[in-house]
């Protein structure tokens, strides 16, 4: 049986989904929210039980490690819990998940949360030690510096960890990639949070690749067409479409992203580029949750499928 750890709102998960049903697969699907709206044991011994439902883990062969995260943060909001409790409480939380996945860690994992968590700039090492071309990349707190950097070049500016959504009066504030112009630069502190700078590269297109057990699968990204996606492409224009089109990369290329991912214990994951002016390809980062459905709409890649029989031979034991 496939185990997947989701969101309940997944997109890409209801569509791998949609495809074990088409081939009458056997799985059960875990949502983050379930832990805390539904009864739920956890057997150290046998099995896990959720909502009435038996998962004995012997019968448990292959687990996708999808999108799943702490879930509790607005129950804790309405109950007008404290945020000290509540870091308590997500912290229970916590080990009660990464007791679940360890009791699973001898399964096939497409994704192993264990290896999941990267470290943006020690991921950018790695992937030079592949061969690799990176921006000029600085972690910087104060104004000096950057202001000593900027003479040498243009900059973009970007999250450390993961990026945050932050919710407020109704509005949600994304921590896109920013190009920081002059005029703002007043508005800059002396000294601040340490923050991760890169050298603006001028592009020719950006590259997304889908990785899934030693199979790639790439994507152009015309973002600098548009002025609003040329700095993040996943800013949407929702009057105007970016044009994306398949991408085939040479051999080489392919053996440099093999390695990268093996050296990084990640058997999936979605992975930019970008192609310069200067006809060179940069990597910028690894997401191993990253987003494929697009992917798949303007490639026809057939992802959704690709991915449902990985995890039906992962669990069948199958050679991949």
Known sequence: MILIFSRHNDYSTNKVIDWLNYYSYPFYRINATDTNKYLMTVDLNKQ???????????????????KFGIQWGKTHEKHNISSLLSNSLNSEYHDVIETIFYLLKDKKWLTNPFHGRLNKCITLLKAK??????????LINSFVDFKRLVIKEDLIIK?????????KNKYIYNMFTKCIPSKKQKYIPNFFSPSLVQEKINKDFELRIFYI???????????QLDNKTSIDSRYLNIKKETRCIPYKVSHDFSLKIIRLMEMLNLNSGSIDFIKGLDNKFYFLEVNPVGEFGMMDFFCNYKLHKVVALELINMDKNEKI
Not at 54 to 62: H, T
Not at 129 to 138: D, L, M, R, S, V
């Open 48 to 66: 896990i039980i959720i909502d009435g439902i038996k998962l004995p883990i012997d019968k448990i062969n292959a687990v996708w490690f999808r």
């Open 129 to 138: 030690e592949c061969g690799f071309y990176i921006p000029n990349t600085y």
């Open 159 to 167: 999250s450390i960890y993961d990026m945050t959504f932050i919710e």
């Open 213 to 223: 057990n030693r199979k790639i699968f790439s994507m152009a990204i015309f973002s």
